[in-house]
């Protein structure tokens, strides 16, 4: 690799990769070893391709995408070690909002890891169902159902989340009809 490729290189891992290990420990689902691996892999590979990348963030996301999939793949019949309580990691006193993401991690951790996968990509990484649909090589209403019924399960692992209403139920107004006339 030539030298300016190589600093280059060295400027975007230096700028880019708390937000890289950020998506990371999400795919991993908290673990933030496995998440550190995740990323180094990912990194090296887009290191011996950099002269060639054009859009290297979009690039090394992919890799850690397909990454993960691959070991969800390979250890699929490996059993997961559950606990009975969770235990207690948050101090007294703390706030709501860390309260809530505490529990929302305990909630994503809950979810399978296909359920998971869809949760991160779609509404943490903001992509679009048809490019989740591509990255976990799945049809676009896998994407849609899953991401419904992980909602779901995390509204009842975690009501702070938002409320559930019962299905069928309509979404309440936000305005009365007096407002839709005038």
Not at 11 to 23: G, I, Q
Request: net charge positive.
């Amino acid at each position: 690799m030539e030298a300016s490729n190589h600093d280059e290189f060295r400027e975007f891992v230096a700028m880019r990769s708390t937000a890289l290990l950020r998506l990371a420990v999400l795919l991993t689902g908290g673990d933030r070893h496995a998440a550190e691996d995740l990323l180094q892999i990912a990194l090296m590979k887009a290191y011996g391709r950099w002269a060639r990348i054009e859009q290297p963030e979009a690039y090394v996301r992919q890799i850690m995408y397909r990454q993960q999939v691959n070991r969800w793949r390979l250890r699929r019949h490996r059993a997961e070690t559950t606990v009975p309580v969770l235990p207690e990691s948050a101090h007294e006193g703390a706030d709501s909002d860390s309260e809530l993401r505490i529990a929302l991690w305990a909630a994503l951790r809950r979810l399978t890891k296909r359920q998971r996968a869809v949760v991160v990509l779609r509404y943490f990484e903001d992509l679009p169902e048809a490019e989740v649909a591509a990255l976990l090589r799945c049809p676009i209403g896998t994407v849609r159902s899953t991401a419904h019924r992980s909602l779901a399960k995390l509204r009842d692992l975690v009501p702070e989340l938002g409320p559930q209403r019962p299905r069928g139920q309509a979404q309440p107004l936000s305005y009365s009809p007096k407002e839709m006339q005038g």
